[in-house]
């Protein structure tokens, strides 16, 4: 056999740039594979990452709402008829606020839970006590916690006063076809709602009138409910009433005590006009966790309370209400003032919120007016003022408690006792019962939820 020669130059080269080429190439494409891999473990990692998040989100959520359980197991007990002293055993307990931490919760895979729960005016001290409940999970790897703040207000109910549909101290005349009745807006009792709006067709004969002096006068509808009446006040025919009627019922309705700007820890003078917006960008509340305005010689009208928050307006020299107040949902208003309330037709106050979230007093000797076709929704006590409440339009509608020292109403006008309004217990002289539910989730939140509890929670 003919030996090989040897191999040319130029043929070792080609030779030698293939095999440079080939390699050249498996690094690239080992390359571009590692970057795939290396792509896809990243995606991989930041989906685990977020879906444990979420879920830790989640879990955080219903370890707060535990807290606030745990804080009205306290509330419930008080409307039992239990101290505050002994319902609140084991608490940490500063003034009127109460503080309590759970123990820690061991949340999967070996993350760690902490709830802290602050209450304001835990004692009963409050009409308007609020759980401030907060969970923190931080996970194993030393990640961001994850933090969810919740608050749940609550609304104080006086047993020995009881809420009633309409209270005429001196004399209730209820003309024409002019009626009391009742509903329930919260049939299921949820803290957040929805609250129903009244139509006949939910109407019960539950509600309650009282009569304290002089004289009863009930046109051509029946009283859908009870009717309790002073000494001296001559009972109606007993078709007139649906329910029982009680003679020689005796009841006092004082006027309560106005907060002052040196009783809240926190307020803002607005003068003789107010914001259309409340609380105004900026402003921060009280302790009690509601915002307090103060102001002087002004008309409430064309307020719009924003949602989730707890507003209190304190209007003195002679400071009135027209119409136009909005109270947003799960938010509420405390209205104080000595001047009139005057609803003209077609217009309203609180139309669009349950009768709960919004309570006006007012000292005025005046009269005070719900015109044709209009509605108010709320507690209205004045029982220094005369009430007249006319109309006949289908629009009409007046929801919710009313005392006056004398009420007239013809017409066909409505008055419809939400049921809601009653709370449930006896026994502690209060009642109480969850009137607002909110997530706190914004810095500014945050920096208020720090500032009122003396950063417990932050």
């Known amino acids: 056999m003919k030996p090989c020669g040897p191999i040319r130059s130029g043929a070792r080269s080609r030779f030698a740039s293939e095999r440079g080429s080939l390699l050249l190439t498996a690094l690239l494409f080992s390359l571009g594979l590692a970057i795939i891999l290396g792509s896809y473990f990243a995606l991989g ?11 830790y ?22 409307n039992a008829g239990t101290a505050p002293a002994t319902a609140w055993t084991g608490w940490t307990i500063s003034g009127a606020n109460a503080m309590y931490t759970l123990p820690t919760f061991n949340r999967g895979p070996n993350a760690i839970g902490v709830v802290k729960v602050y209450v304001t005016g835990y004692d009963g001290s409050t009409a308007t006590p609020s759980i401030l409940a907060q969970a923190v999970i931080t996970p194993f790897d030393g990640r961001a916690p994850v933090i969810t703040t919740v608050r749940l207000t609550l609304a104080g109910t006086s047993v020995a006063a009881q809420v009633y549909g309409v209270v005429a101290l001196e004399g209730l005349d209820l003309n024409g076809s002019s009626f009391a009745d009742s509903f329930d807006s919260n049939p299921t009792n949820s803290v957040t709602g929805p609250w129903a709006a009244y139509t006949s067709g939910k109407a019960h004969a539950l509600t309650t009138v009282v009569v304290l002096k002089y004289n009863l ?40 005590v106005y907060p002052t700007a040196a009783t809240v820890s926190k307020s803002y003078n607005k003068g003789s006009s107010l914001p259309g917006t409340l609380p105004a960008g900026g402003d921060l509340p009280a302790s009690d966790g509601r915002y307090y305005y103060f102001c002087s010689g002004a008309t409430i009208a064309h307020v719009t309370i924003a949602a989730g928050r707890n507003v209190t307006i304190v209007g003195t020299n002679n400071t009135s209400m027209v119409d136009g107040l909005v109270v947003k949902n799960l ?14 037709s077609n217009n309203a106050i609180n139309s669009a919120n349950w009768a709960g979230a919004l309570t006006v007093y007012t000292s005025t000797t005046g009269a005070c007016a719900f015109a044709d076709n209009s509605k108010f929704t709320g507690i209205f006590y004045a029982p220094f003022c005369t009430l007249q409440a006319t109309g006949t339009g289908s629009k009409s509608l007046l929801v919710g408690s009313f005392v006056a020292r004398t009420i007239s109403t013809s017409g066909t006008k409505g008055y419809h006792f939400d049921e809601a309004l009653l709370g449930a217990g006896s026994g502690s002289g209060r009642t ?3 009137t607002g539910w ?7 939140d945050c920096a208020t939820v720090a500032g009122l509890t003396g950063n417990y929670l932050r």
Do not use: H
């Open 57 to 78: 989100a989640g879990d955080a959520t219903s370890l707060a709402e535990a807290g606030l359980e745990e804080a009205l197991y306290c509330f419930n007990q008080m």
């Open 432 to 434: 109480w019962k969850p």
């Open 438 to 444: 909110l997530e706190l989730q914004s810095a500014a």
């Open 45 to 55: 990692r930041t989906t685990l990452l977020l879906a444990q998040r979420t879920a």
């Open 331 to 344: 938010s509420t208003c405390l209205i104080y003032i000595d001047g009139t309330v005057t609803v003209s």
């Open 217 to 256: 006068n009930i046109g051509g509808t029946p009283v859908q409910g009870d009717v309790l009446l002073g000494a001296g006040v001559n009972p109606p025919m007993a078709s007139k009433v649906t329910g029982n009627i009680t003679t020689n019922f005796t009841g006092t309705f004082p006027m309560p």
